[in-house]
């Protein structure tokens, strides 16, 4: 019975091939990728916001009724509004 051996030959070609495959595979480049979160896109959506001077003058209204001690707050509805904000729902 005769076995006929594999040669060396062989192995080395076959040993290149894979060992060029996977230099391939290592050298693909990895690409950052960012994401903005809500809070990001919201102060965005604001700048643009054609009724952000509207937020302005009830800011300015705001800070008046403060100064003169006649804001009121629903302290319920702050609340709500916390506990929406932690828990990722609203801004």
Known sequence: MKINGVSPNKIINLYNTTKKLDIK????VQRDSIEISSLGKSLS???????????????????????????????????????NFMKGREL
Do not use: F
């Open 45 to 83: 959506y604001m700048s643009l916001d054609e009724n952000y001077e509207i937020s302005e003058k009830r800011l300015e209204e705001i800070r008046d009724e403060i100064s003169k001690g006649t804001y009121n707050v629903d302290s319920k509805l702050v609340a709500q509004r916390m506990i």
């Open 25 to 28: 595979d290592t050298n693909k």
